[in-house]
Every structure is written in structure tokens, then in C-alpha cells.
């Protein structure tokens, strides 16, 4: 255990993320993705799994050290939901909820067509999977800067 880090960051994400550069993609997914599939054709090559946390807690996790875009329109999507784009299932509901509060301020996610949201997730740095059962709780998360400071 680190003081001031979530327990939830294991060596292998934390280097992961301190590895990623401004602009680079995480995908957090659902325990239903096709991680295996897609992880391969990251950067990172392999998923990492994070089994015992759903995608509201792993989001926590991961924004309680890394930053978001502030440079793009949309730095967070999310997988829309086949044949219904515009609904936002309780699960999606409560990421936004743990990035508006990692961001202090109300920060929208965007929304990706399933099939589009696979073929993004392939490009992305490292695919983290969590235990999360619900359906649509798969979201991309776009790396951001820290100042230099005063």
C-alpha cells in the first residue's frame, strides 16, 4: 500500500498510465467487451484486469491520478446503447458523476456507436477490464497535461 494512492492502482496500471502520453487512450470496459480481441491491438498489447471493481470505481481510481483532455471538445465517451443513442443507462450515469467530480465541474461524455467504439478501443493505449456486469459500461478516457507549476 501508497499513501494518497487508490489501492485499486496496481503497479501495472500505474505504470500504464504514467507510460501514456497527452492524448493517448484508455478504454475502460465492461466484463462483457471483447478485451482479449481488441487489447491486442493496443499499445499495451494485453488487457488489465480489475475484476473486483465495477466501472464507476475503476473511473475513480484512474482520474484520482491521471488528467482529461482539456485541449479536445470531448474528453470521455462512452458506448451508446444499440439502436437507442441518446438513453444513458444508470451505469454511464454514474461515471459521469465520478469524472464531473474528478473535474470539479460538469464534464459531458460523448457517445460511440458500438462497432465505431470497437474499432476506437483498438487504438487506445491499454484496455483496463473491470467486473462491471452491467451492460454499456464501456468508456474511453483521453489523457490530459498537468501545468507546470507557479
Known sequence: MLKGLDPLLTGEVLHVLRSMGHGDDLVVCDANFPSETVARQTVWGTPIRMDGADSARV????????PLDSFVPVAAERMEVVGDPVTVPEVQREVQAEIDAAEGRPTPMGGI???????RAKTAYAVLVTGERRFYGCFVLKKGVIPPEA
Open 113 to 119: 456507436e458500438r462497432f465505431a467504439f470497437y474499432e
Open 59 to 66: 473511473v475513480r481510481a484512474v482520474l484520482s491520478v491521471m
